[in-house]
């Protein structure tokens, strides 16, 4: 098994910035790829990024490009998203999800989830 912990939600204002943790322990491997979902009020769950332990190949969805970036600390088995230039439909619950395939587009098979972090972006 594999447990994910998500931190760093919170409220902020918009424009500002923020930087969602992923700490990841158990049964992990590197050849996992990790990655982060977001589910706003009302909307689906949505991909927001993906990216290997090794960090060498990330992949987003194509609104999230601008703003969004997913580092990794392999050393730390943690992930993180930085999220730049907030706005208030960035409000949403994020997770952190994990695929044991080594898909980057975790979003085509999720095996492990986090419970979720909440960002409220205020106008």
């Known amino acids: 098994q594999v447990q994910l912990v998500e931190s760093g939600g919170g409220l902020v204002q918009a424009g500002g910035s923020l930087r969602l943790f992923c700490a990841a322990s158990?049964?992990?491997?590197?050849?996992?790829?990790m990655g982060w979902l977001l589910q706003a009020p009302g909307k689906n769950r949505e991909f927001v990024a993906g990216?290997?332990?090794?960090?060498?190949?990330?992949a987003y969805a194509d609104s999230m490009k601008v703003r969004f970036t997913i580092p990794v600390d392999n050393t730390k088995n943690t992930v993180y998203l930085q999220i730049n230039s907030l706005k208030p439909e960035d409000t949403a619950v994020y997770y952190c999800?994990?695929?044991?395939?080594?898909?980057?587009?975790?979003?085509?098979?999720?095996?492990?989830w986090g419970k979720g972090t909440l960002v409220t972006v205020s106008s």
């Open positions: 999800a994990a695929n044991t395939g080594g898909n980057i587009w975790i979003n085509g098979g999720i095996n492990y």
């Open positions: 158990g049964r992990t491997s590197s050849n996992y790829a």
């Open positions: 990216i290997t332990w090794s960090g060498d190949s990330a």
